[in-house]
């Protein structure tokens, strides 16, 4: 065997070990969601008469329907808006090379920095003085703001590869700024744009500690992972259960990367052959 295909093969056999190893966690929470109620199952096992029902009844105890309509609402009010923005805050800082584009970046760089723990409470403060607490919006708005230094990030480092040629010959056509960001930046952008999205979406799906604090009592409008919480509140000692509810809240956004992988993995290799 040349050298050449035993590199091939060896890295073949660290894939799937690697591959393995990301899916063990996974796969000891779906066994355990199998195991019967009241038990503390350990490890892999795989128990000899599996309770599919576990999965019905965790979704019925959690009521999930209504706070997996409400996650949906929570993204649909985050993920569109912060991607416009984004996008055009992008598109204008590296593009159009704005003035005091340096220091909005600045700006930005500081937000990156800001922990959330340390301005939820002043958050929530903020939003009691607006009626906002125990809404959606009181979830949408902060999480908008949130996102918006990475998003800006993610989409600068997008436009600012792009040639500048493409903008100056499409102005010399007679196209003006918004014509030239719409109909010749964008459709370029699609790639970065969807990879935003799905990153996006993945956070505000996950967010725990933000809708905890800020919708204290009406659960209903929290996201799932929040909803969560005050479940493992309610049957931290039934793991079989927690297990399947786990898993009901993992499996949209596992549905989303996979359906979306292909244009998520195109904007990493777009960005790592442009850097």
Do not use: C
């Not at 350990?42 to 128990?47: A, C, D, I, M, N």
Request: charge should be positive; avoid cysteine.
């Amino acid at each position: 065997m040349s050298s050449s295909r035993a590199t091939a093969y060896g890295g073949r056999v660290m894939l799937v070990v690697l591959m393995f190893w990301t899916l063990l966690p996974f796969i000891s929470l779906f066994t355990a969601a199998l195991h019967p109620v009241g038990t503390f199952p350990t490890g892999l096992s795989w128990p000899v008469h599996p309770q599919w029902q576990n999965f019905i009844n965790a979704w019925n105890v959690a009521n999930l329907g209504p706070i997996l309509k409400s996650s949906a609402l929570i993204v649909l009010g985050t993920v569109p808006i912060t991607v416009v923005i984004a996008t055009m805050a992008g598109f204008a800082l590296g593009q159009l090379r704005v003035f005091g584009g340096r220091a909005v970046m600045l700006l930005f760089l500081i937000g990156l920095t800001l922990p959330l723990e340390g301005i939820i409470i002043p958050l929530y403060y903020e939003l009691n003085s607006f009626n906002l607490i125990d809404t959606r919006m009181a979830v949408i708005l902060p999480l908008i703001g949130l996102f918006m230094p990475f998003s800006v990030y993610w989409m600068r480092a997008h436009f600012v590869n792009v040639p500048t040629s493409l903008t100056e010959a499409a102005r010399s056509d007679g196209a003006t700024t918004w014509q030239i960001f719409w109909g010749v930046q964008v459709p370029l952008a699609r790639p970065a744009i969807i990879s935003l999205a799905i990153i996006t979406t993945i956070w505000t799906w996950n967010q725990f500690l933000l809708p905890l604090v800020l919708v204290p009592t009406n659960v209903d409008s929290r996201t799932m992972a929040g909803a969560l919480g005050a479940f493992q509140g309610q049957y931290s000692d039934n793991i079989p259960l927690l297990a399947a509810g786990s898993l009901l809240i993992l499996a949209p956004m596992v549905i989303v990367y996979i359906v979306f992988q292909r244009q998520f993995i195109r904007a990493m290799l777009q960005g790592a052959v442009k850097g």
